[in-house]
């Protein structure tokens, strides 16, 4: 009765150890698999946020140009006012 005593006390104490040993393997397995993932994720989001980098670039440089040729227009604009009024100065004379 001992020996079956014995027996059972141990294997339950067996398979208790083994519950806790494997839940914590579990979780580490899961921390693990949650790191990785937000590696990856990271890694995208890297490459997004430099796509949107370069992007963003070029779209200032576009802007710059379109307001130099604003600048230019406006130049020019002004001029032609300024000869338009000294025409009709001069055709109203």
Do not use: C, H, P, W
Request: glycine share 2%.
């Amino acid at each position: 009765m001992n020996d079956t005593l014995f027996t059972l006390l141990a294997s339950v104490i067996t398979g208790i150890s083994t519950f806790f040993i494997g839940q914590q393997r579990a979780k580490k397995e899961i921390e693990n698999m949650s790191l990785v993932n937000v590696e990856k994720s990271l890694s995208i989001y890297q490459t997004i946020i430099q796509d949107l980098k370069e992007q963003v670039e070029e779209l200032l440089i576009k802007v710059n140009s379109l307001e130099e040729s604003v600048s230019k227009l406006r130049t020019e604009n002004q001029e032609l006012k300024i000869m338009l009024r000294k025409r009709n100065k001069e055709d109203s004379k």
